[in-house]
């Protein structure tokens, strides 16, 4: 199964930007789909963006479509969220969760994911 670790978050102010990264290991991650999640507090977890094995295709949640780019260098076995125009709405924890899929699809639906990370603490202050 493969493991998956967050890394990048931090405290910004609002109109900020931030990389978010999530490393796989124990398995190449070009055999899953991905997708980024994030919950704050007394919120349910909400998705974010989602790309497929290839990285061909991408979803976006409406709070998310043109300020943030999901993205995936497989050969480093890595997926990124870039954040820009940060605002005080976005602040939550950020989980990536990844997905053994033989298609070249994305999903947005966080029953599909399999594996989760333990999560990055995004906070935005206004």
């Known amino acids: 199964q493969v493991q998956l670790v967050e890394s990048g978050g931090g405290l910004v102010q609002a109109g900020d930007s931030l990389r978010l990264s999530c490393a796989a290991s124990g398995r190449t991650l070009s055999m899953y789909r991905i997708g980024w999640f994030r919950q704050a507090p007394g919120k349910e977890r909400e998705f974010v963006a989602a790309?497929?094995?290839?990285?061909?295709?991408?979803y976006y949640a409406d709070s998310a479509k043109g300020r943030f780019t999901i993205s995936r260098d497989n050969a480093k076995n890595t997926v990124y969220l870039q954040m820009n125009s940060l605002k005080p709405e976005d602040t939550a924890v950020y989980y990536c969760?990844?997905?053994?899929?033989?298609?070249?699809?994305?999903?947005?639906?966080?029953?599909?994911?399999?594996?989760w990370g333990q999560g990055t603490q995004v906070t935005v202050s206004s």
């Open positions: 969760a990844a997905d053994f899929h033989f298609g070249d699809y994305a999903t947005a639906k966080d029953n599909d994911y399999n594996y």
């Open positions: 790309i497929s094995r290839s990285g061909g295709e991408t």
